[in-house]
């Protein structure tokens, strides 16, 4: 598993050039300023946005290489993404958030409810299963979303911004979680933080924006 | 308030403006012979045209949501150079004289029609003067309606709950399935309830294109303008379940529904 | 955040098949209304060309309208002059009955109702435009027209002297300006709910200044709303109009159609394409009915000159307050 991305992301006016790279089982924290273009690259790797130019190859495989014509569409990418934003279905509890993904990739009704419980479970998030989100605080929100992102099991967790609501003991507890769960898939983690603690506590590379 | 008589005199006139449009619901209601309703009610003429009516009526906006919310989506995501022409062009039977929509439909499906002539030499069917007629005519004038109203839903839908939907999976059908639908299913209602008034109520297309026999193609409205003039309280009768019909559902779904979409 | 589509790149993306279908009937119910329209404009132009070709001009200017005789002794002759005109004229005065109205009421809904009000009011606005509209024919013919009758008559009595007001004969009843009366209340809640729409986005900083400057609170309207919404009123107006200009049942039920055009609006005569065409339609003979088909296609057109003046007008609005 490796994730190399080399070029100009933009979003709107905004653009500026990035070198990301990441290996097998790695946690990759993204620092910057404000409107230094963090968010921009999690929506880039995910299939959000373009490049402008250069390129974006996971595993060899060309994800977004403007100058080929190569372009991997975001269902097809595979990427489990925590948004800043959160953006959980204000329609759907929960665990149908979470089962979301799963039943998009076919797997059956009851078998999608078993692992979205147990996802939900490892992030303490099962006791409010059935809520909807506009009843749920923003730290348990950010939990549904942290589930919602992992029960995929992605090669490519895409994390921005993730703990910025949960409070202190959860987010110790996520800082144990987070990178076990990278190195046991071996999948590659990229995480925007603006915590210096996140990034000595988990991060095996910084990319400074 | 140094001129209270301007406000006062504006007070006024908006009152008078608002009795103006309320009077004539007003009217019909007590106007109504009450005391020979269920009799009238019961009359053949009156059951046939309620029974036209509410089907036709029911179908067309059936056909219209099965229409219209797929092609409100496409305008409201499309970034494709012709998609504010479609859509100007989908308004169009709203401005349109709804009897020039007839004519139109007529001479496109009439049996000697551009397209009737092919339906009915190939496959034998005639549509004018049918009630498959009337619930064309009422689908191309309550479409836009639909439209109107459920576009601007979608295109207020968070953007960015579908760009979730899609890296979770999701393909296009599923993210307007799961996603867009519900997000949008307050204005969906109100839209299909409109659209649906929209066809109980509509005159001048289907009357051209499918005529006003009775027993067969007349409609309520089409009823209550024929017997206007020989039997004007079997008209006023029907007058009265047609309005009662058509603003009492589309108040009920207000409250139920439209409320909650406005937030 | 949007999806940003790389340019001058063709995204190749393997969809399943019932994606495929998906967008094949989305693009497919596009295209089906696109065409539709369409063809409507092709076919009554392709329908109404003989007579165009007959009549040329004469159909616009010519008052009569003969569908001949069967066996060719008298030759049919179609002009839609008085039907053009009284079209125009009911329209007119609907809109000029309707828009002040429209625009007090906006403004009481706006600012001046009490919260109570305010609800239901708007609620019985958003009602109305469910009513059908043969409802307001029956209206307008049973109850509204012995009414409106008095009102021209008084009229007539004062304002007589002035030439539109005059009367040949007196009578009172099936007059223009009882059809334009009956659009106007019609119309009414549209151009309302219109301006209502345009008014509640007037900036209320610009608002709560001309209060500031010490003027009262129609000082503000006339000073800061009335301004602001002049365009999308302008807008809402022809939206009326077009509805007027389109509006079939209820015309026909309070006004007399007469093949000569006539500009006294108290008079028992005038016309309306629309109706025009519900009343003959029933009874045309194939060559009436192609004459029918090229009034249809001028009402046609007059209402998308309308709406285009219309859009153009609320779109220079809209893009001024931006």
């Not at chain 2, 004018?128 to 839908?157: M, N």
């Not at chain 3, 063709?10 to 098949?17: H, L, Q, S, T």
């Not at chain 3, 693009?27 to 369409?38: E, K, Y």
């Amino acid at each position: 598993m490796s994730l190399e991305l080399h070029g100009t992301v933009h979003r709107g006016d905004f653009q500026r050039h990035v070198d990301v790279t990441a290996d097998n089982g790695e946690v990759v924290a993204i620092v910057g300023a404000n409107g230094s273009g963090k968010s921009t690259v999690i929506h880039t790797i995910a299939g959000l946005a373009a490049l402008a130019d250069g390129s974006l190859i996971v595993n060899d495989t060309p994800w977004d290489v403007p100058a080929n014509n190569q372009w991997v569409s975001p269902e097809q990418r595979g990427c489990g993404v925590v948004f800043q934003d959160v953006r959980l279905f204000p329609h759907l509890n929960a665990v149908q958030n979470v089962m979301f993904g799963l039943r998009s990739g076919g797997v059956k009704r009851n078998d999608a409810l078993e692992r979205a419980m147990e996802t939900l479970s490892e992030v303490d998030a099962h006791a409010f299963a059935l809520r909807t989100p506009a009843s749920l605080s923003g730290g348990e929100r950010q939990r549904v979303a942290l589930a919602r992102a992992l029960v995929m099991k992605p090669r490519v967790l895409l994390l921005d911004e993730p703990f910025s609501a949960v409070d202190e003991r959860s987010h110790a507890d996520f800082l144990q979680l987070l990178p076990r769960i990278v190195r046991e898939t071996g999948a590659i983690a990229l995480m925007v933080t603006h915590d210096h603690s996140d990034v000595s506590a988990i991060a095996s590379r910084v990319v400074g924006l | 308030m140094r001129k209270p008589s301007t406000s006062l005199g504006l007070r006024a006139i908006a009152l008078f403006a608002f009795i103006l449009v309320a009077l004539p619901l007003l009217s019909i209601f007590i106007r109504t012979p009450w005391s020979e309703l269920g009799n009238i009610a019961s009359q053949k003429t009156t059951r046939d045209a309620l029974f036209i009516s509410l089907e036709t009526s029911v179908i067309a906006a059936i056909v219209a949501a099965l229409l219209g919310v797929p092609l409100s989506w496409m305008l409201a995501r499309s970034t494709a150079r012709g998609t504010s022409l479609v859509r100007t062009i989908c308004i169009v039977p709203m401005v349109l004289p709804p009897v020039v929509g007839g004519i139109a439909l007529l001479t496109a499906f009439g049996r000697r029609g551009v397209f009737g002539r092919f339906l009915y030499d190939w496959w034998g069917v005639s549509l004018p003067f049918t009630r498959t007629a009337i619930v064309i005519a009422q689908v191309f004038v309550a479409l836009p309606f639909l439209v109107l109203a459920v576009e601007s839903a979608f295109r207020q839908l968070d953007t960015g709950l579908e760009d979730a939907a899609r890296t979770m999976g999701a393909s296009p059908l599923r993210v307007f399935l799961r996603v867009a639908l519900p997000g949008a299913r307050g204005s969906i209602v109100a839209g299909i309830a409109l659209a649906w008034a929209r066809s109980l109520g509509e005159f001048g297309a289907s009357i051209t294109f499918a005529g006003s026999f009775p027993g067969k193609t007349q409609t309520l409205p089409m009823a209550v303008y024929e017997l206007v003039a020989t039997d004007y309280r079997a008209s006023l009768v029907m007058s009265l379940i047609l309005v009662v019909i058509s603003v009492g559902v589309i108040a009920t779904m207000r409250d139920r529904w439209m409320t909650g979409a406005q937030r | 955040m949007e999806i940003i589509a790389p340019d001058k790149r063709k995204i190749a993306v393997r969809r399943g098949i019932v994606d495929k279908a998906f967008r094949g009937v989305v693009t497919a119910g596009s295209m089906i209304s696109l065409i539709v329209l369409a063809l409507i404009a092709a076919f009554l132009l392709y329908r109404g060309f003989e007579v165009f070709r007959d009549f040329g001009l004469k159909f616009f200017t010519s008052s009569k309208w003969d569908a001949g005789a069967d066996d060719g002794s008298i030759a049919p002759s179609f002009g839609v002059a008085p039907m053009l005109v009284g079209s125009v004229v009911v329209a007119t005065i609907a809109i000029s009955i309707a828009v002040p109205f429209a625009v007090v009421m906006a403004l009481f809904l706006c600012f001046y109702a009490p919260r109570f009000l305010r609800r239901p009011m708007t609620s019985v606005l958003d009602l109305v435009a469910a009513v059908p509209s043969v409802i307001y024919g029956i209206w307008g013919y049973a109850i509204l027209m012995p009414h409106a009758k008095g009102w021209a008559e008084t009229i007539n009595h004062w304002l007589g002297w002035i030439w539109i007001f005059k009367v040949p004969v007196p009578i009172f009843e099936r007059s223009p300006f009882i059809a334009g009366v009956l659009l106007a209340i019609m119309i009414l809640p549209i151009v309302t709910s219109v301006a209502r729409e345009v008014y509640s986005q007037a900036p209320q900083d610009q608002i709560d200044a001309a209060y500031g400057l010490g003027g009262t609170r129609w000082g503000a309207m006339r000073t800061v709303v009335l301004p602001f919404g002049k365009s999308g009123l302008v807008g809402g107006a022809m939206l009326g109009l077009g509805r007027a200009l389109g509006e079939t049942v209820a015309v026909y039920l309070v006004l007399n159609l007469v093949f000569k055009v006539n500009f006294q609006i108290l008079a028992s005569a005038g016309g309306s394409v629309a109706s025009l065409i519900a009343s003959r339609f029933g009874e045309a003979g194939p060559y009436e009915l192609k004459a029918l088909m090229a009034a249809g296609l001028v009402l046609f057109i007059i209402t998308l000159i309308v709406n285009f003046i219309a859009s153009s007008i609320v779109n220079r609005a809209g893009k001024s307050q931006r």
